[in-house]
């Protein structure tokens, strides 16, 4: 094991060389009767275990299939349909027996808001409808910061991302193939570090917020735990979006509001971005609209709840885009932008000195440093920075979107591995 790993109940072992879309349902359906409680509806989508090969593999066939040089992006759910109420957007009754009728309807969900209803019918898969998914799940509600899906129905979703690219989510599992490998997707917040930046990040905006409104906006949607979840989701959005652009980046948080230069970081470009305001504006914006006596203040509390929304989800796509220039994004703790283009500097000498060790987090054993030095220049620089400078935190991505995550104490580094951002402008789980 080179890095840290975290597994959710499910531990992938055994696999081929090559895994392909019989071992991504096989994995689905070991799952589902590892897991099966004594009424299968209350977690799982109603779909059987040879629905779910069947529609695993057309859509791995129809994702190899271009058009006009194009390959098809889409998703698919399957879920009970009196339970969607008005997420269901459209409804119709088109068999799907083939690739090719798979690959008609497909285009109908290549938005990021929608995604094809697959229904099971006396072992027959039918597309009977459209249903409404976003970025912010079903839960999304104007006024509101929900994070996770409000009510939404137990569900299988099915995302094709390209060809011989599938991610297939059931309850709490997300299991994704990719070029012949199968891996389960593990949510980057499970990294300690993290975790606590959000909830300190989060109880500094709830601080900030108080000051201002008033003490009762404590109160609202649960305090610095939520507002950190919300937080969560925005980087979420930051990472996903990195990952999908395909060219590797990586994302620094300095442990102090200090400039890049006093952490060996020499910002090519150095930049201004207040990603951390749009988020806690974002969240007064919600206490507003709950605040609001009459329809008039609530129509105008509702614009404002939309511009600030898309005002956190849109500089999170330009934050992404910043990390595919040759170099580091650098942020504060408050993630406020201080730089991109960023190199790393930090001499063998330097590095020498510095007394803290990699460790593995579970065990507190030794790791040895060639599970980093056979990495990439990234992961490398990555690793001398939070050796060098405790209390970094650095997000790394690798061309193939792997996600890693070097941070540090005073005593040790840790490395993070096979991670990955739940949240994805074509997903919602």
């Known amino acids: 094991m080179p890095l840290n790993t975290f597994t959710l109940g499910l531990t992938l072992t055994d696999l081929p060389e090559f895994c392909g879309p019989d071992d991504l349902s096989d994995a689905i359906v070991s799952l589902r009767n590892s897991e099966r409680p004594p009424f299968p509806g209350e977690w799982f989508a109603p779909i059987s ?34 339970e969607l109420g008005f997420w269901l957007a459209a409804t119709f009754n088109i068999p799907i027996t083939d690739v090719d009728s798979l690959r008609r309807i497909a285009p109908a969900a290549s938005e990021t808001d929608s995604a094809l209803l697959i229904t099971e019918r006396d072992g027959a898969l039918h597309c009977t409808g459209s249903v409404i998914v976003n970025d912010m799940g079903f839960g999304t509600r104007i006024g509101r910061p929900e994070i996770l899906g409000f009510g939404q129905p137990p569900s299988l979703i099915l995302r094709v991302d390209g060809p ?56 609202y949607f649960g305090g610095f735990h939520r507002i950190g979840e919300f937080i969560h989701k925005a980087w979420s959005c930051v990472l996903a979006s990195a990952i999908g652009r395909g060219h590797g980046g990586a994302f620094i948080v300095l442990p102090t509001t200090g400039s890049p230069e006093e952490f060996d970081i020499r910002c090519k470009y150095p930049a201004q971005m207040q990603f951390g305001d749009d988020i806690r504006e974002f969240w007064v914006s919600c206490i507003t609209y709950a ?24 500089k999170a796509q330009i934050l992404a885009g910043l990390s ?9 703790r408050s993630l406020k932008v201080v730089g991109f283009g960023g190199e790393i500097r930090i001499d063998d000498a330097k590095l020498q000195a510095a007394p803290r060790t990699l460790r593995d987090k579970k065990t507190g054993a030794l790791l040895p440093k060639a ?52 949240v994805h402008e074509h997903e919602s789980v």
Request: hydrophobic residues 40%; proline residues 2%.
């Open 164 to 219: 011989g690219r599938l991610r297939a989510s059931e309850d709490c599992y997300t299991l994704m193939l990719d070029g012949g490998r199968m891996r389960q997707v593990v949510d980057y917040r499970l990294v300690p570090q993290v975790q606590e930046l959000w909830d300190a990040l989060g109880a500094q905006m709830i601080d900030a917020i108080a000051q201002v409104q008033g003490e009762e906006s404590r109160k």
């Open 49 to 82: 275990d040879d629905g779910i090969r069947r529609l695993i593999k057309l859509a791995f066939f129809t994702s190899l299939v271009a058009e006009e040089g194009r390959y098809p992006r889409f998703r698919m759910m399957n879920a009970n349909v009196p």
């Open 371 to 422: 599970n980093v030095e056979q990495m990439g220049t990234r992961h490398r620089s990555a690793y001398r920075l939070a050796k060098t400078h405790p209390g970094i935190i650095a997000f790394v991505i690798s061309q193939d979107g792997d996600l890693r995550i070097f941070c540090s104490d005073e005593h040790d580094v840790f490395g993070f591995d096979r991670l990955h951002a739940w």
């Open 291 to 314: 605040q609001a006596k009459d329809d008039g203040e609530r129509e105008r509390a509702a614009h404002h709840w939309n511009w600030r929304r898309a005002a956190v989800f849109t």
């Open 324 to 332: 595919s220039v040759d170099g580091c994004v650098v942020v504060d």
